[in-house]
């Protein structure tokens, strides 16, 4: 067998292992069933609506991370695992 089919012969191999790979990879979580209004956990500027105690009525507007008074939804049962507070819960769209 020459080099050069060798070279395409690696080369195919490789490219079907990394397409198998990239598949597997790509995997879809489960979409939740329940959202929790979570308090506490926001980034600043990643809120999803307006302050809890009523300073701003949008999203986006939270000024520091972690604020007690911004919130944001995470599926059901994430929010105390990220030391939040659930203020509320909504369930998801099907």
Same mark, same amino acid.
């Given at each position: 067998m020459s080099? #050069? #089919?060798i070279g395409v012969s690696s080369f195919l191999a490789l490219a079907c292992g990394a397409l198998m790979f990239a598949g597997?990879?790509?995997a879809v979580p #489960?979409?939740? #069933?329940?959202?929790?209004k979570c308090?506490?956990?926001s980034k600043a500027g990643m809120n999803d609506c307006g302050a809890?105690?009523?300073s701003h009525k949008c999203s986006g507007q939270a000024t520091k991370d972690n604020d007690p008074n911004e919130w944001v939804y995470v599926p059901k049962g994430t929010c105390e695992k990220l030391g939040g507070?659930?203020?509320?819960?909504k369930p998801a769209k099907s």
């Open positions: 080099n #050069k #089919k597997t990879a790509q #489960k979409q939740p #069933k329940t959202w929790e308090t506490g956990v809890v105690d009523g507070e659930v203020i509320g819960e």
